[in-house]
């Protein structure tokens, strides 16, 4: 169907250009800017020196500020073997396996093509801040010999207004000129620190999203939403790791009943042994114009618009972490969304092959792809 | 491809409803209001009160003032046997033939199947405004007879700030929060002077459109772009009327070179003698969601969003006469045009038969609908 490629390059042509590069403004946005030329267009933006003011962009740089302000509160730790959190990973579908770290690189996780592969949530604990933040930076630091896990402080419920109410002082509650043009306060915000082993694999959300980093660095890939056939969006069976502080292993168990999550088939970082056979598997992600890649620094705000894809890897400051801020405000759900479900629902030929609840044309309910 | 059926349906689930019924706010709108709640969404919407301040409220609904302004003053007066500008109408594909007003009924024009339809565009004429006015009023109150023509002082020019420029100072130059929020002055500024023989077949503007009754009233149908293929856009060959004083008769003749112009198919007020086979040549028109419908009584603005089909007539004040302003600001060539092109250039089973100009599958070039 010439016509969806088509789509992937009139989008670029009329709004956001074939330079791979996201637009930068080197100032807080006026309301009406940020409406009429990003939000309304459903184009990403990155603005500097909009968050010069925030007591954290310096006091977060070092631990005694966030130990001090935390010392007596649990925060949820997410722990993985490699990193990768809600994210692809091989499984035996006859009974769950020991996962242990020392075996549990993302090259194994995609070499063999017969693997099965599941959607795998990370092991979650409450922590004392204390700790988590150890285990978090001390990963950074370790990660040349082998770790026990990658820790990863995060939480998308809001965590930052939860958990980490000892720290709101630091930051602006809302983005004032995202507030006011969007006409409603962030339904989450949500902190993030974690380190280079930790990232975040394509997926999209439902949201409006202002992402500020505070200290380290994060790397986005972006696509638009028109792009979405060439993500190879797959359900998969839910599956969550297990992590033994005991014998230092995870164990990743289906969930029962089986639950399946519609998924992002596509690791745009595949390991140089996976390369070739991810890269003729996914012919519409690698032959179709170039994500948008850019890097939020310290200081900046990413504006990611709803629907866009998105997966995100991290470089730490000196202390080994990075530590980031996310607004999510609600969108609207117009013709632009309307027009996004239209086109998702299209047929679109794949070469991509899985052994696991592969959808046919026979089946259309059980997915939107094939 | 239900896909599409679906696509009519969420559009009015989501954001715009099944009422029919177009949204109404009773005081003019905060540019953001204006921005996120309707030019985002692509949403119409009518804003009662937003002129009540215009001098031509009063003035311009006798003659006095008009004609003293414009005493000196040549408009482009465009005359139809009918009141049909730009629309479809039969012509012999043989040779021009001549079109008495007392044989032009809309009826006849779409009666016989085997007729060949085409683009007409109306007879242009500079006339002193004084006499223009004349024209159209007495129009209106001789029709019952048998009339010499329909008259329509309009031109899609920027006429308002060009041909009347002597009544600028009775309007706002622009519609202050429109401008604010869209972030540029308007394109263009018309004027739009006729009576109730004046109609406008469904179409489509690549401009984002703040439509202000002066006096009498207009009468939109509104379609939503995502119903681009219920409109059965063709390309019809285009012709001209010309009028003779002398005779009172029009000619209608073919471009020379010969010009296609792409036009929805559909009447949506077919006569009762036509009604049953426009019905059967529009099947996904007539069974789908109803258009929105509303009325523009002086004073009101509608907010008619880039791209929406509309359809408009009229009705008259005591005068016989109904005025209206309207201003274009550029629309954004943004992810919701991509989405709608490529919408439109998907094929889409339709019954609609002619004899002229069809479109084939195996010619994909020469229009996108079949």
Redesign the interface.
């Known amino acids: 169907m010439k016509?969806?490629e088509?789509?992937w390059s009139?989008?670029r042509d009329?709004?956001l250009g074939y330079s791979g590069r996201v637009e930068r403004v080197n100032s807080p946005l006026t309301?009406?800017?940020f409406?009429?030329?990003f939000?309304?267009?459903?184009?990403p933006c990155i603005i500097s020196n909009a968050i010069n003011h925030w007591p954290a962009l310096s006091c977060w740089t070092d631990d005694t500020h966030l130990i001090r302000a935390l010392s007596s509160v649990s925060v949820s730790l997410h722990l993985t073997p490699n990193g990768r959190a809600d994210a692809l990973a091989p499984f035996n579908p006859h009974h769950g396996f020991a996962f242990n770290s020392a075996s549990s690189s993302s090259t194994e996780a995609s070499t063999t093509a017969a693997t099965s592969l599941c959607f795998a949530s990370a092991h979650v604990e409450r922590v004392p801040f204390p700790e988590a933040l150890s285990l978090i930076s001390s990963g950074s630091r370790d990660r040349a010999s082998i770790p026990k896990f990658v820790a990863y402080a995060q939480q998308q419920n809001d965590c930052f207004r939860l958990e980490y109410s000892a720290l709101a002082s630091d930051c602006d509650p809302h983005i004032q000129w995202a507030t006011?043009?969007?006409?409603c306060l962030p339904e989450a915000v949500n902190l993030w620190i974690g380190n280079q082993h930790s990232e975040t694999s394509f997926h999209k959300d439902h949201y409006e999203n202002l992402y500020a980093v505070v200290t380290g660095e994060k790397h986005f890939l972006l696509l638009?939403?028109?792009d979405v056939h060439r993500l190879y969006i797959k359900e998969y069976p839910a599956a969550n790791y297990s992590y033994s502080w005991v014998t230092g292993e995870f164990t990743l168990e289906l969930e029962n009943p089986i639950r399946y999550v519609p998924w992002c088939s596509v690791d745009p970082y595949p390991s140089p042994e996976t390369k070739d056979d991810e890269m003729s598997k996914f012919p519409l992600y690698v032959n179709g114009p170039a994500p948008f890649e850019c890097t939020i620094k310290a200081g900046e705000i990413l504006y990611l618009p709803s629907m866009w894809f998105h997966h995100v890897r991290q470089s730490p400051d000196e202390r080994g972490r990075t530590i980031a801020v996310n607004y999510w405000y609600d969108m609207?759900?117009?013709?632009?969304?309307?027009?996004?479900?239209?086109?998702q629902?299209?047929h679109y030929q794949s070469t991509l092959n899985s052994t696991l609840h592969e959808d046919s044309d026979s089946d259309a309910d059980s997915g939107p792809y094939v």
């Open positions: 016509e969806i088509t789509l009139e989008v009329l709004s309301p009406l800017q409406l009429r030329d939000v309304s267009q459903n184009k006011e043009a969007l006409g638009p939403p028109t609207q759900f117009d013709i632009k969304y309307a027009y996004f479900n239209f086109l629902s299209l």
